[in-house]
């Protein structure tokens, strides 16, 4: 089915900054070539992978056993393992292994469990934990003798004492299977006082996800990157029956499950009785090969599209990562409206020149304000990156997703940004170094691909951010021609603090380099990094007519701030107060400083808002399309913001000029002008007005975690995914102990 979606917004829109009339503090002269936007989701699209159930297979699959059938632990066989301290208790009940320890201890499988190194893939442990975010699996195989220090892992774990499935990747692991055949024996060790009730202990294969269907929808990783796949069981081919439209193009990306046996895609169309193959390659199990096939000599005709998988026996599995018919306009006047969201990490709007901060911290975002929209007073829902990231996307409070707050996957109700681009034609992709990002198998809903990148210490680069640099570039070759949604997730400014030796321009009265020093280092380094991203959009010529949005997941604490140097914790203003920067020429006014309460759950209905599209009546978030039109103003000024840390008994109201901040019930109240420190409290003074504040805070905490107990109502658990290099950069970044 194509999707052809009605913009009202953008729908005759030939952007020369249009006289929107604005409330600016102060006005940049901005002069540029007028660009014509065709409307969000003009360009026909049939993704092939939502069409599935339309087509027609002939598949042919291996007979295979399924892992997770012939090696599942549990009930009496959980009742066998045993505790290193007496001091440890352990008992079964209802099948579950439960086990309480005083302090470090360990449980201890018998040595018979002949685990199949060749066959294993995900070890899925489902169990409860509480007092620890981290155990420790160990293992032992047929060669050797005792459990070795090299044979083990750090599994970072959720410990709010509900039941969760963890899918810890053990194919990945280092020493799993060399020089193993067999694993006799597992260990899960904890490293404090802690309870942990274990329901099932289970082995699956890579082949596991695939083995009830002859074809289907999953997302898959490869190395670094998940992709959203369409995959077949090979030899076998998937035939569509599609109308061509003009100027349409087949995109979409190859691999294989196993080197062996080897596969060869083909893509052919069947027009008036004649086949004509259009692709024919080998791909790899190793990493993704992108293909683009040409469908122009069929324009106006109904064909048979053919996806073919040939293999010299049967066994291996072929992957389609999106594959999608899409329509490229060359000599079109109009331009598609992209989007690309910039996250920076703990990134404080204060410490920026372009708010008002004394050093020449960020010279591209003061330049990038002075041609777009600049926010003064834009709040984080969260101090910290995992339900900051998930309220971001989806447009709601944490206390309703709930992710970082005792769960680990978005409701099925929540839509998120990137499923609603999706379904409307975009191409849509995350590109992060944070491990608390989307990944595969974790907030990536409605994504294309997620890819993670490793995070590197300055003195093994060349002082940029070299892999995300590369992938950000490399998606945007590749996806120039048609609507994109990007989300990019960068690192320079969480600690641990490493600038390269360019950046480090700041130092202290004493000529040593202070944290606060290191930290504006670090935001000269991330503010470089962002000038490389502008420069690829500009060099493709995509610059003006993409969305840019530049913002940050959450603040950051530093010596001396209130509540002390960091991040997560409690919502101190230092830690929620964060930059937003909007960018689209002739749409969003040149110059434009707002000083509104706004929030960054408020993006993600603005940026439909500027597409053209309905309000979702999910989001909390305003779109601040009528503040920057000058529509309207006191509404927005005068509005509750909210954010919470850690827990939901530590809370922060802003609303007009008074921030309102509840530490586990004793809460205080600061006017907002007096600058970030929370050191003068008026709630005395102000009494009427704290109590009113402090009650409509209650009201908002209570409505929210009923809407999110509403929503996690009768659901069932998704599998949580665990690999060795999360669990690394989780450890690296200061989340895991």
Same mark, same amino acid.
């Given at each position: 089915?194509?999707?052809?979606?009605?913009?009202?917004?953008? *729908?005759?829109?030939?952007?020369v900054a249009c006289g929107i009339s604005c409330q600016p503090h102060? &006005?940049?002269?901005?002069?540029?070539?007028?660009?014509?936007?065709?409307?969000?989701?003009?360009?026909?699209?049939?993704?092939?992978?939502?069409?599935?159930?339309?087509?027609?297979?002939?598949?042919?699959?291996?007979?295979? &056993?399924?892992?997770?059938?012939? !090696?599942?632990?549990?009930?009496?066989?959980?009742?066998? $393992?045993?505790?290193?301290?007496?001091?440890?208790?352990?008992?079964?009940?209802?099948?579950?292994?439960?086990?309480?320890?005083?302090?470090?201890?360990?449980?201890?499988?018998?040595?018979?469990?002949?685990?199949?190194?060749?066959?294993?893939?995900?070890?899925?442990?489902?169990?409860?934990?509480?007092?620890?975010?981290?155990?420790t699996l160990a293992w032992r195989g047929d060669a050797e003798d005792?459990?070795?220090?090299?044979?083990?892992?750090?599994?970072?774990?959720? +410990?709010?004492?509900?039941?969760?499935?963890?899918?810890?990747?053990?194919?990945?692991?280092?020493? $799993?299977?060399?020089?193993?055949?067999?694993?006799? &024996?597992?260990?899960? *060790?904890?490293?404090?006082?802690?309870?942990?009730?274990?329901?099932?202990?289970?082995?699956?294969?890579?082949?596991?996800?695939?083995?009830?269907?002859?074809?289907?929808?999953?997302?898959?990783?490869?190395?670094?990157?998940? @992709?959203?796949?369409?995959?077949?069981?090979?030899?076998?081919?998937?035939?569509?029956?599609?109308?061509?439209?003009?100027?349409?193009?087949?995109?979409?990306?190859?691999?294989?499950?196993?080197?062996?046996?080897?596969?060869?895609?083909?893509?052919?169309?069947?027009?008036?009785?004649?086949?004509?193959?259009?692709?024919?390659?080998?791909?790899?199990?190793? =990493?993704?090969?992108?293909?683009?096939?040409?469908?122009?000599?069929?324009?106006?005709?109904?064909?048979?599209?053919?996806?073919?998988?040939?293999?010299?026996?049967?066994?291996?599995?072929?992957?389609?990562?999106?594959?999608?018919?899409?329509?490229?306009?060359?000599?079109?006047?109009?331009?598609?409206?992209?989007?690309?969201?910039?996250?920076?990490?703990?990134?404080?709007?204060?410490?920026?020149?372009?708010?008002?901060?004394?050093?020449?911290?960020?010279?591209?975002?003061?330049?990038?304000? *002075?041609?777009?929209?600049?926010?003064?007073?834009?709040?984080?829902?969260?101090?910290?990156?995992?339900?900051?990231?998930?309220?971001?996307?989806?447009?709601?409070? +944490?206390?309703?997703?709930?992710?970082?707050?005792?769960? =680990?996957?978005?409701?099925?109700?929540?839509?998120?940004? /990137?499923?609603?681009?999706?379904?409307?034609?975009?191409?849509?992709?995350?590109?992060?170094?944070?491990?608390?990002?989307?990944? !595969?198998?974790?907030?990536?809903? %409605?994504?294309?691909?997620?890819?993670?990148?490793?995070?590197?210490?300055?003195? @093994?680069?060349?002082? !940029?951010?070299?892999?995300?640099?590369?992938?950000?570039?490399?998606?945007?070759?590749?996806?120039?021609?048609?609507?994109?949604?990007?989300?990019?997730?960068?690192?320079?400014?969480?600690? /641990?603090?490493?600038?390269?030796?360019?950046?480090?321009?700041?130092?202290?009265?004493?000529?040593?380099?202070?944290?606060?020093?290191?930290?504006?280092?670090?935001?000269?380094?991330?503010?470089?990094?962002?000038?490389?991203?502008?420069?690829?959009?500009?060099?493709?010529?995509?610059?003006?007519?993409?969305?840019?949005?530049?913002?940050?997941?959450?603040?950051?604490?530093?010596?001396?701030?209130?509540? %002390?140097?960091?991040?997560?914790?409690?919502?101190?203003?230092?830690?929620?107060?964060?930059?937003?920067?909007?960018?689209?020429?002739?749409?969003?006014?040149?110059?434009?400083?707002?000083?509104?309460?706004?929030?960054?759950?408020?993006?993600?209905?603005?940026?439909?808002?500027?597409?053209?599209?309905?309000? !979702?009546?999910?989001?909390?978030?305003?779109?601040?399309?009528?503040?920057?039109?000058?529509?309207?103003?006191?509404?927005?000024?005068?509005?509750?913001?909210?954010?919470?840390?850690?827990?939901? &008994?530590?809370?922060?109201?802003?609303?007009?000029?008074?921030?309102?901040?509840?530490?586990?019930?004793?809460?205080?109240?600061?006017?907002?002008?007096?600058?970030?420190?929370?050191? #003068?409290?008026? *709630?005395?003074? #102000?009494?009427?007005?704290?109590?009113?504040?402090?009650?409509?805070?209650?009201?908002?905490?209570? #409505? #929210?975690?009923?809407?999110?107990?509403?929503?996690?109502?009768?659901?069932?658990?998704?599998?949580? /995914?665990?690999?060795?290099?999360?669990?690394?950069?989780?450890?690296?970044?200061?989340?895991?102990?």
């Amino acid at each position: 089915m194509e999707r052809t979606v009605p913009c009202l917004a953008l *729908a005759s829109l030939c952007i020369v900054a249009c006289g929107i009339s604005c409330q600016p503090h102060e &006005q940049h002269e901005h002069v540029s070539t007028p660009t014509i936007l065709e409307p969000a989701g003009a360009r026909p699209t049939y993704r092939f992978d939502d069409n599935l159930g339309k087509a027609a297979m002939n598949i042919r699959r291996a007979t295979r &056993q399924q892992g997770g059938a012939r !090696n599942k632990l549990q009930g009496a066989d959980l009742a066998t $393992w045993t505790t290193g301290k007496y001091s440890s208790t352990r008992v079964v009940d209802n099948g579950s292994l439960s086990f309480e320890t005083e302090g470090c201890d360990v449980l201890t499988s018998p040595p018979a469990l002949n685990i199949s190194v060749k066959d294993a893939a995900l070890l899925a442990v489902r169990m409860k934990v509480a007092g620890t975010n981290k155990v420790t699996l160990a293992w032992r195989g047929d060669a050797e003798d005792r459990f070795d220090e090299s044979a083990k892992a750090d599994v970072a774990v959720s +410990p709010t004492g509900e039941w969760e499935t963890y899918e810890i990747r053990v194919a990945s692991l280092k020493g $799993w299977s060399v020089p193993n055949t067999f694993i006799k &024996q597992l260990q899960i *060790a904890v490293p404090m006082k802690a309870r942990i009730e274990i329901e099932s202990v289970c082995v699956k294969s890579r082949y596991d996800q695939f083995m009830h269907q002859d074809a289907g929808v999953i997302h898959y990783g490869i190395r670094d990157e998940g @992709r959203l796949c369409l995959f077949m069981h090979a030899p076998g081919e998937i035939r569509y029956r599609v109308d061509v439209f003009e100027g349409a193009k087949i995109s979409t990306g190859l691999a294989t499950v196993d080197p062996v046996p080897p596969v060869t895609f083909g893509i052919s169309v069947d027009a008036s009785g004649e086949t004509m193959a259009l692709l024919e390659d080998r791909a790899s199990s190793s =990493e993704w090969r992108d293909e683009i096939v040409d469908l122009s000599a069929y324009v106006g005709n109904e064909v048979d599209v053919v996806f073919k998988a040939d293999c010299p026996s049967p066994g291996n599995i072929a992957l389609w990562s999106s594959p999608a018919m899409f329509q490229v306009r060359p000599h079109a006047p109009e331009k598609p409206l992209n989007i690309v969201w910039y996250v920076v990490d703990a990134l404080r709007a204060d410490h920026l020149d372009v708010y008002g901060y004394p050093r020449n911290t960020a010279p591209v975002m003061r330049e990038l304000a *002075a041609e777009g929209a600049r926010f003064t007073r834009c709040f984080s829902p969260s101090t910290w990156t995992k339900p900051s990231i998930a309220s971001m996307l989806t447009g709601v409070s +944490p206390l309703v997703h709930r992710i970082g707050l005792g769960n =680990e996957t978005l409701p099925a109700a929540l839509t998120t940004l /990137p499923e609603q681009l999706r379904n409307t034609g975009y191409t849509t992709a995350s590109i992060t170094q944070s491990p608390l990002g989307p990944r !595969n198998g974790y907030l990536d809903r %409605g994504f294309d691909s997620v890819r993670v990148t490793k995070r590197q210490r300055v003195a @093994r680069s060349d002082g !940029n951010n070299s892999a995300l640099a590369a992938s950000i570039s490399s998606f945007l070759d590749r996806c120039q021609t048609r609507p994109f949604f990007l989300l990019a997730h960068t690192l320079e400014t969480h600690g /641990p603090y490493w600038p390269p030796a360019r950046y480090r321009s700041f130092q202290s009265t004493n000529g040593e380099a202070s944290q606060t020093d290191l930290y504006d280092a670090c935001v000269l380094w991330a503010d470089a990094n962002l000038g490389m991203l502008i420069n690829k959009l500009q060099d493709l010529g995509l610059y003006d007519h993409t969305i840019l949005i530049v913002t940050a997941d959450h603040g950051q604490g530093l010596e001396g701030d209130e509540g %002390g140097p960091g991040h997560m914790g409690k919502p101190y203003r230092a830690r929620i107060h964060v930059p937003l920067l909007l960018h689209l020429p002739g749409a969003i006014p040149a110059g434009l400083v707002l000083d509104a309460n706004v929030q960054t759950i408020d993006i993600v209905p603005t940026v439909l808002d500027l597409l053209g599209f309905p309000a !979702n009546r999910q989001f909390q978030g305003m779109t601040l399309l009528p503040l920057i039109r000058n529509q309207t103003y006191d509404v927005y000024r005068e509005r509750s913001v909210f954010s919470i840390g850690e827990c939901s &008994q530590d809370a922060a109201m802003v609303k007009g000029n008074w921030f309102l901040f509840n530490d586990n019930g004793n809460a205080s109240l600061t006017y907002l002008p007096t600058g970030p420190g929370q050191r #003068q409290n008026l *709630a005395v003074e #102000q009494e009427a007005l704290f109590k009113t504040l402090a009650e409509e805070m209650a009201r908002y905490v209570a #409505q #929210q975690e009923a809407v999110g107990t509403a929503l996690r109502t009768s659901e069932s658990s998704t599998p949580f /995914p665990v690999d060795a290099d999360t669990t690394e950069q989780l450890k690296a970044l200061g989340y895991l102990q």
